[in-house]
């Protein structure tokens, strides 16, 4: 009944010796898998079996059927299930410092200028799953700055899948400062209509016009429910769609958003997470709103977004899109949809394969491919060495074997 | 006892004139009329079960007399009168139970504690909506752990939620589980240091007030067999001379002094009942040397002691199981940060300690009795690092083992408390959810639209 994390064929003992010599040496070895898991999680977040995933040159270049690759020389067989890599949204993994404190209104912020490929944080979230982050400025400022999309793993450093994303903007007691002001909520709106009103005129800042003109996204991080109102009310003029960071009252978010469906990333949720609160991820995708899920930064990343999502389905969000809110909505609310988020063709070969289905929390994480590159296998047991047999094991696995 | 005589009376006027007169004799005793109503059997028919090695057992009927499992098993009898659940294909574990909560407590830290403060006191048994969060979420008994202070802080409890009008009650299965003692390791050293050094004086105080106790009894028999002799010698003094002068005795009463007897202390004869390992003790020790300071105090005075929290009990895992101690882990993902007690905690630790062969339970509401709502989540992580684990059995009968309840729950044994979960799908699946939550036999949950398919199919039990 348990699904074993052990991988059953052979091949998959190749599979294993890659990983390992893979991750000893930087030598780049095959450059193309076929990957045939016991089920892939597909775009719509449903859990499907027979499945083949070809991955050549770091990107997903076919999804067919398994049988028509049986007979693929590079053919894995893995007993598990294949996600696509998770997605760590409002994140700060390797930012280090994006609080500016001269001014309030930082529309040229750029959070990837923060960004630390040093942080050790980074080999950490890929080793729990998470192969992608958009991470942001921290919420202190009314215009935050751009948020970016790093990768975790980026042996080429090329770290950034998209360096200057959404503008973020914040609203609620963040961003009030004694000092510094606004310090009140009417008092950050009205700084913020000056901000959208010049950049409209043409005498304000032109990252701000760009969101106006609807060529920038907007990210509104929004602790309490009044903060999406008063989100909603400023955008509206503007006729601006903002994307929502919201937590607390989904429920009331959920009524909010009946006329004006949205983009909304929610999280983190733990065990002393009040249970309505937790139901408002299933009510806010029930109104047709598009549920992203944030699982929050820390050592495990992996786990706290599953831990989430998790708990999310137990009130009431289906499996389905708790499955997609941690990879492909997640993909979608920071813009890099195209590229990251689910296994279809064209996209970066960012994929973790699971033990079980990635919504059990009793499932753990077996390997990592992060752009084509097998990187972690953290927690699968550790065979007996003879097994590693690295000459034997690559002749059987690439095919070349069949060839002699 | 009461069932087989309902069921051989054959006069059915008999049988309502009993039922009503146990109605009000229940209403007189102050029981709600839902416990008299728990004295019909219930039998759930067609279950799938679980066996802890992962394998599943199907249609299984389970039977529930007088609130205790009678009969569980393929192909059994279910008697006239009871109330028979259909429950095909669904699975059925027994209740849930949390390692350490506060659920439906308020817990309020500062207090200064006590051994003999009992957390069962501090139970709120009308925090209605916390119990029944718990409780539809396949909870049926948790260890009420006394609040949070520092030292020793009482006397823990084994509370099982009841059915009531308002929803899941409490009802208390143990009120003096074990002793409860917390080592503080969220403060700063030196604060720690005072707490444990508290801890340690007010055990040799207990023994010294024992000391005293043994050396009063002693004394007192002392002055008892002078007394008798004075008393003997008196009178035969008395017989011999009669009427002498009476310097001579008023010197002998002056020797004899009654002992003073010593007060009793019932904080010492708390701890005197741990001492003499009577009481188990569970220590909350999240640092190392904590712990270590933990195994320490229970070398030095004999303790049954069991690790609460243990954050970094995965360090000192071999110091732990030399000493014979268990451990009941903090929620598993309540570790990270960069600093603080809990930092270098993690799942793994489960792991780890149950390498070590330390006997390794867990909690989910240790830090919030809401947290008690995820038993089986918390169980699920502690699966995911270590596959030979069972996540059901981890929630059920591995905790009972370890409180030292496992004779009333924690399993579908005959004999044991009719503690039972319906699921909709194995409960391992993330989308299983809970139908019914049976505690003695009687239903304190049930699913909304589960009731709803059975209203329209008309296969209600009632």
């Known amino acids: 009944m348990r699904v074993s994390n052990r991988i059953q064929s052979s091949l998959g003992t190749g599979l294993a010796a890659a990983l390992l010599a893979l991750c000893g040496s930087s030598a780049a070895l095959a450059e193309r898998y076929v990957l045939i898991p016991t089920q892939l999680v597909a775009p719509d977040g449903s859990l499907v079996p027979d499945r083949a995933v070809v991955v050549e040159d770091g990107k997903i270049v076919r999804v067919g059927e398994a049988s028509a690759f049986e007979r693929d020389g590079d053919a894995i067989r893995i007993d598990g299930v294949l996600s696509p890599g998770l997605i760590s949204l409002a994140s700060s993994l390797g930012v280090a410092g994006a609080n500016a404190t001269s001014e309030t209104v930082l529309p040229d912020l750029m959070v990837s200028d923060s960004f630390d490929p040093t942080d050790p944080n980074l080999a950490l979230a890929v080793a729990s799953g998470v192969t992608g982050a958009m991470i942001i400025p921290s919420p202190t400022n009314v215009v935050s700055g751009s948020s970016a999309f790093i990768t975790t793993h980026a042996p080429d450093g090329e770290w950034f899948i998209d360096r200057d994303g959404a503008m973020v903007f914040s609203f609620g007691p963040p961003v009030y400062d004694l000092n510094l002001g606004p310090t009140s909520r009417s008092g950050a709106l009205v700084v913020l209509r000056n901000a959208l009103e010049a950049a409209k005129n043409g005498d304000g800042d032109s990252r701000l016009k760009e969101v106006l003109d609807g060529e920038r996204r907007a990210v509104s991080y929004c602790p309490a429910i009044d903060d999406v109102d008063a989100a909603f009310r400023v955008f509206d003029r503007y006729r601006v769609e903002t994307q929502i960071i919201h937590n607390e009252e989904a429920r009331l978010l959920a009524e909010a958003l009946e006329s004006t469906p949205t983009l909304v990333a929610m999280g983190p949720f733990g065990f002393s997470t009040p249970s309505w609160q937790i139901a408002g991820a299933g009510q806010v995708a029930e109104t047709g709103s598009s549920v992203a899920l944030i699982g929050g930064d820390g050592t495990d990343p992996g786990r706290a977004l599953r831990t989430t999502a998790s708990l999310a389905v137990r009130y009431g969000l289906s499996a389905d899109a708790a499955r997609r809110a941690m990879t492909g909505a997640a993909a979608e609310y920071a813009g890099v949809d195209d590229t990251v988020g689910s296994i279809e063709r064209g996209q970066r070969a960012d994929l973790v394969v699971f033990s079980g289905d990635p919504l059990r929390l009793d499932s753990s994480v077996l390997w990592v491919m992060v752009g084509g590159e097998w990187v972690a296998r953290p927690s699968s047991p550790a065979p007996a060495d003879e097994e590693f047999d690295f000459s034997d094991t690559m002749s059987e696995s690439t095919g070349e074997s069949e060839a002699r | ?462």
Not at chain 2, 115 to 132: G, I, K, M, N
Not at chain 2, 167 to 187: F, H, P
Not at chain 2, 302 to 316: F, K, P, Q, R, S
Not at chain 2, 362 to 382: C, E, H, K
């Open chain 2, 1 to 462: 006892m009461q069932r087989s005589s309902v069921s051989s009376v054959v006069n059915w006027r008999g049988v309502i004139s009993l039922v009503a007169t146990l109605v009000a004799v229940a209403c007189v005793l102050g029981l709600s009329p839902t416990a008299a109503a728990q004295s019909r059997p219930v039998a759930l028919t067609g279950a799938n079960v679980r066996t802890t090695d992962g394998g599943v057992l199907e249609n299984v009927t389970i039977l529930i007399v007088e609130g205790k499992i009678a009969r569980i098993g393929p192909g059994i009898e279910v008697p006239r009168f009871s109330q028979e659940i259909d429950v095909a294909g669904k699975f059925v574990t027994p209740g849930l139970i949390d390692g350490a909560s506060l659920l439906g407590m308020n817990p309020g830290g500062g207090w200064s504690a006590s051994a003999t403060r009992r957390a069962v006191d501090a139970f709120d048994p009308f925090a209605t909506s916390e119990l029944r969060e718990a409780a539809r979420n396949g909870v049926t008994a948790v260890r009420l752990i006394p609040g949070q202070s520092a030292g020793i802080r009482g006397m823990s409890a084994l509370v099982r939620l009841e059915g009531g009008d308002g929803g899941a009650r409490g009802s208390v299965l143990v009120d003096e589980l074990d002793l409860s003692i917390n080592l503080n390791s969220d403060s700063r050293a030196t604060q720690r240091l005072d707490v444990f050094d508290g801890v340690c004086r007010a055990f040799r105080d207990a023994l010294a007030y024992r000391e005293s106790q043994e050396a009063y009894e002693v004394q007192l028999e002392e002055y008892l067999e002078k007394v008798a002799e004075r008393k003997k010698k008196a009178e035969a003094d008395g017989e011999k001379k009669d009427g002498e002068d009476e310097s001579n005795g008023d010197k002998k009463k002056e020797e004899i002094n009654k002992p003073r007897e010593p007060g009793t202390n019932r904080d010492f004869e708390v701890l005197l009942r741990a001492i003499d390992k009577e009481l188990p003790v569970r220590i909350e020790a999240h640092r190392s040397a904590d712990i270590l300071n933990a195994l320490e105090l229970a070398d030095e005075f004999g303790l049954d002691l069991t690790i609460e929290g243990g954050a970094e009990a995965h360090l000192v895992a071999d110091q732990i199981a030399s000493a014979n101690a268990a451990v009941i882990l903090a929620p598993l993902t309540s570790g990270g940060g960069e600093t603080g007690a809990r930092a270098r905690y993690g799942p793994e630790a489960f792991r780890i300690l149950q390498d070590a062969g330390v006997s390794v339970a867990l909690s989910a509401g240790l830090d919030d009795g809401s947290g008690s709502r995820f038993v089986l989540d918390n169980a699920r992580i502690a699966q995911s690092v270590d596959p030979t684990a069972d996540a059901v059995r981890l929630a059920t009968a591995g905790i009972a083992e370890l409180l030292g309840v496992y004779d009333d729950v924690g399993s579908l044994r005959s004999g044991r408390y009719g503690d039972v979960v319906v699921w909709s799908a194995d409960p391992m699946e993330p989308n299983a959810t809970v139908e019914r939550v049976y505690v003695g036999g009687s239903l304190i949950f049930m699913d909304p639209s589960a009731r709803q398919r059975e209203a329209r199919s008309g296969r209600r039990g009632r």
